[in-house]
């Protein structure tokens, strides 16, 4: 009965007040990638009550920004770039995002590259992995960010 | 049953027991037996199943191939495809950002003018060369080896070739990190010396020694063929990686 009640409720209320309710839990899992200073059982909570909507604006403005500068591929990356938006972890893009319009971008990168794996990395205390086996569960993570900055860091080269 | 207006309707699943698919979803890995669905994920957990330590070690033989095989451990014994799937991945990222990283180097600290400078920046033409390369040379290659040796009644596990054929390739890695330096003779000699390397690792340890006699004839003639394949790959990445457009 408190499940109907809620959805009831959420249904019949304002469009304002879902939009500002998703932009705060946008801002809330944006500060936790940024700071993921919180106790083991919080991060479980929020990697429950996961969504697609950070994800979704985070990945689109990669691409866009991305797909800007490029000419020929500009499609390749805009699409490989939003297929990646199904998933929690690309909330940690946002650093990635704000590497592409800075100026020493190689150092600014490859620091930011660093903080996405740190951030997934306190993800994965969730996961409960056995011993011995965390450096096999990050390094996919980190080739996959590793690819996503190389294609920020190189791509803009071609207006130069 | 009698609803509410605007409640959701769930379903009917009928009287399937699906909450072993539902509930215990983080659980450690269900036996083959326990599941009627092969593609279930805790199923795959399977084939993934070794420490950090066990994948470095067989790194090291594969890259070192001298001395005791990439399986012979007595701690784990069992193929993964762990390295099957990330080894190849890793070279093809490699091979596709040195491609362009050492335009990037060059242009970043020697200022050039930006008429000549001509950089093009993400090359996904290569990247998709590499692709095709190295993951069908790592599907297609033991694919069609395991169905010739099923055919010529010397069964092996397929498991064991992709779990070899994956860490075989362990030595391209260190060749496609060199191929940074600008000095074509450079990555030219470090990738012959990654494929010599690479296919001695293949013909020391392509064939598991649980099915049937190493010594047949028709298992040394499948040897043979399989290491000469893999120098050809090593040609075959050299040749995508100097000259591919």
């Given amino acids: 009965m408190d499940a109907a009640a809620f959805q009831e409720s959420t249904l019949d209320e304002p469009v304002w007040n879902t939009i500002k309710r998703d932009l705060g839990l946008i801002g809330r899992r944006l500060k936790l990638v940024i700071l993921p200073k919180v106790t083991a059982m919080e991060m479980q909570a929020e990697l429950r009550d996961w969504d697609l909507w950070g994800p979704l604006f985070i990945c689109m403005t990669l691409a866009t920004v991305l797909s800007v500068e490029a000419s020929e591929d500009a499609s390749l990356i805009f699409s490989c770039l939003v297929v990646q938006f199904r998933s929690l972890w690309a909330y940690v893009f946002w650093d990635i995002v704000f590497g592409a319009a800075v100026v020493v971008r190689f150092v600014t ?24 086996r965390k450096l096999l569960a990050v390094y996919p993570v980190f080739l996959f960010y590793s690819g996503i900055a190389w294609m920020v860091l190189v791509g803009f080269q071609e207006h130069k | 049953m ?21 509930e215990n979803w983080d659980q450690p890995s269900l036996e083959p037996s326990q599941t009627t669905a092969s593609v279930h994920l805790s199923y795959l957990k399977n084939f993934f199943d070794l420490d950090t330590s066990d994948f470095l070690c067989r790194c090291r033989r594969a890259i070192f191939p001298v001395g005791k095989k990439i399986l012979d451990n007595p701690d784990n014994e069992e193929a993964d495809i762990y390295g099957w799937v990330w080894i190849p991945t890793t070279i093809i990222l490699v091979l596709s950002v040195n491609s362009s990283l050492y335009t990037f180097f060059n242009a970043l600290f020697h200022q050039q003018d930006a008429s000549l400078s001509r950089i093009s920046g993400v090359n996904f033409r290569k990247f998709w060369i590499f692709g095709v390369l190295v993951y069908g040379y790592n599907i297609v290659i033991p694919a069609l080896l395991w169905a010739a040796l099923v055919c010529t009644s010397n ?91």
């Fill in chain 2, 155 to 245: 069964r092996q596990p397929i498991l064991h070739l992709l779990c070899i054929y994956g860490y075989s390739c362990t030595s391209y890695i260190f060749a496609s990190l060199i191929s940074i330096v600008p000095f074509e003779v450079v990555y030219i000699v470090s990738f012959v010396i990654a494929s010599i390397v690479s296919s001695i690792t293949l013909f020391r340890n392509i064939f598991s020694e649980e099915e049937g006699s190493d010594s047949s004839r028709s298992l040394y003639l499948f040897r043979i063929i399989a290491t000469l394949l893999n120098v050809a790959f090593g040609v075959g990445l050299l040749m995508v990686f100097l000259y591919g457009t």
């Fill in chain 1, 109 to 132: 990168v490859v620091l930011l590259l660093f903080w996405s794996i740190m951030a997934v990395t306190a993800f994965f205390a969730d996961v409960k992995l056995p011993e011995g």
């Fill in chain 2, 2 to 22: 009698a609803t509410r207006k605007g409640e959701f309707l769930e379903p009917d699943y009928g009287t399937a027991d699906t909450s072993q698919y539902v």
